[in-house]
């Protein structure tokens, strides 16, 4: 299973939302869950959060369509880039650098680096999601 989780700003929700529900059911791969939720800015550096709603989707993983899910979650992850939205580290399991370079900008992958850099010269602290996203 995973769970696919998208911010998107209070204007552009609807639509972008309705787009995704749409290409899941159009590529036969329905979410079992769907959750939305209303969010809030804040002020951190590598934030999910926006001034508008997020959908949290989970989806079977079935070996024969892997491939096809991971196709939807691109496409996904456009949509959401397109409607100005950003995502969830903790619950991520599809983003690419190129992607989160979109959402987080250059400046802000900037800032992140000098401070991994300052607090963690040897890169002993890493996750897999700091490997397959933010390593340099």
């Known amino acids: 299973m995973i769970q696919y989780q998208s911010f998107i700003p209070t204007d552009k929700a609807p639509a972008a939302f309705r787009e995704m529900l749409q290409i899941s059911l159009q590529n036969r791969i329905p979410s ?3 959750v939305v939720k209303r969010h809030r800015p804040d002020r951190f550096l590598l934030s999910h959060a926006v001034d508008g709603f997020s959908l949290a989707l989970d989806f079977r993983v079935p070996h024969d369509r892997r491939a096809a899910l991971r196709e939807q979650t691109a496409t996904f992850n456009r949509i959401t880039l397109d409607a100005g939205g950003r995502f969830y580290f903790a619950k991520d399991s599809t983003l690419t ?18 401070l991994k850099n300052r607090c963690d010269p040897k890169e002993i602290l890493q996750s897999d999601l700091y490997r397959r996203c933010l390593a340099p």
């Open 97 to 114: 650098p190129d992607v989160v370079a979109q959402f987080l900008g250059q400046e802000t992958l900037a800032q992140f680096q000098a």
């Open 32 to 34: 079992f869950l769907g």
